[in-house]
């Protein structure tokens, strides 16, 4: 017989959680009922609201229920990296949506009761986004503690790197990336470190580290110094063909600036989202290295 745990809705973890899920079925809700959402934009932040809430519904119910350990994940892991990937897609529809949709880019929502909701919803997924910061804050690793490596600062900046490589797959498919080899070389890092990026997750989150072929902390080492360099490339190159002159590089039209992404913004902010997620491979090699010395001592 199924006993519930109270401590999973009445901790502050579980009050937490409880805040981010309505505020996530808040957002949503408003939208939906004032039909204030279309196109891709809107596709988005609408999968990023039900997602979060649908992710956060099923870690309370778990809890809940006591039967978090009977799946075959760690809860070491699992509960705080969906928590960072629900803030991420929590904090991108709330700079999305209002940027699309209350007048920042293109027409936008008229004022009335269809801006409000918009607006109400905006709020809500702010706070949703603040709930989940909150969220993996209290999961995450401090001096003394024995928790799960997505609890400590590498494995939630792995994380930041995956979800940034999706980020930058929406938007190169808006270029014209197959024109130079140098272009398709820049897709295949972020494909290459997103697919390494995910394969590390998901052998924390399942337990199996254990089968790579050297110890977890090495290995780990090992991938943040190599898409680190990987990156540094496509800093590089990126936006060498896409904006020098000498290759035909992009400009902006005057189409710019409307309520779609021209190949010219898409184009700047690839590469601005490959400094970013250089910045966090560096960041992730550093404090990487200092495991690994620590470990070795």
Not at 144 to 161: D, R, S
Not at 206 to 213: D, G, M, N, V, W
Request: net charge positive; glycine share 6%; proline share 4%.
């Amino acid at each position: 017989m199924a006993v519930l745990n109270t401590q999973a809705v009445t901790s502050r973890l579980g009050l937490v959680r409880l805040a981010a899920a309505v505020c996530t079925c808040v957002a949503f809700s408003l939208v939906v009922h004032a039909s204030a959402w279309w196109g891709q934009q809107g596709s988005w932040c609408m999968f990023a609201w039900c997602f979060s809430f649908a992710v956060t519904a099923l870690v309370l119910l778990l809890e809940l229920s006591g039967t978090a350990g009977r799946i075959p994940v760690s809860w070491r892991n699992a509960p705080v990296a969906c928590a960072a990937l629900c803030g991420l897609l929590c904090l991108s529809a709330s700079v999305i949506y209002p940027l699309y949709f209350l007048g920042g880019v293109g027409p936008g929502l008229r004022r009335g009761e269809a801006y409000s909701h918009g607006v109400a919803a905006t709020v809500f997924s702010c706070l949703a986004t603040v709930a989940y910061a909150a969220e993996v804050s209290l999961c995450r690793a401090r001096p003394g503690e024995t928790v799960g490596y997505m609890a400590t600062i590498p494995g939630l900046l792995k994380v930041v790197e995956a979800f940034c490589a999706c980020v930058i797959f929406a938007f190169v498919s808006a270029t014209a990336y197959d024109v130079y080899p140098a272009l398709q070389w820049c897709l295949a890092v972020y494909c290459l470190c997103f697919i390494m990026a995910v394969i590390v997750i998901v052998l924390c989150v399942t337990e199996l580290t254990s089968y790579l072929p050297s110890p977890l902390h090495k290995s780990l080492g090992l991938y943040a110094l190599l898409c680190a360099l990987l990156y540094a490339t496509a800093l590089v190159l990126w936006p060498l063909y896409c904006f020098s002159p000498r290759y035909g590089g992009a400009r902006r039209t005057a189409s710019c600036g409307s309520n779609h992404v021209c190949p010219w913004e898409a184009k700047l902010t690839v590469a601005i989202l490959t400094g970013f997620n250089l910045l966090v491979y560096v960041a992730d090699l550093v404090y990487s290295t200092r495991i690994v010395f620590i470990t070795s001592s």
